[in-house]
């Protein structure tokens, strides 16, 4: 529940101060880690969104000027999701609001080797799961 409470927080920061949710600060912040660049498919990845997702939500942000799709000029086959100049305004205004969102939000509130100890649960659970994906597979629901 904290943690949906805590993204809960971030999003509604960030759309009320920037009209920006957060999964869309989220790419920006991908998008810039990238060269400004990266397929859409290794997008949804990162983000860990379905294809469908995240195309609709670079529409959106298509549509306000924030990123722009083009042809993959590796292949020409996929599409590459572009940050524009407006794109990375926003986020430059944008993310040391979010930073102290975050800090005031979480980090403020919780001692270091209470961290320390939630990093190691993390890595655990990131080892696992990366080490079995994609061949994880579905469990199925306990028989009634």
Partial sequence: MGMTLLRDRLD???RRLFDLSLPEYEILVRLSENDGRLRMAQLADAMAHSRSRTTHTITRMEHAGLVERADSAEDGRGKVAILTDKGMDLLRTAAPFHVT???????????REDFAAVGQVFNAVSDYLVGCHPAIEMREPPAS
Avoid: F, I
């Fill in 12 to 14: 509604a920061d960030l």
């Fill in 101 to 111: 969102g975050v800090r005031e939000y979480l980090v403020d509130l919780v001692a």
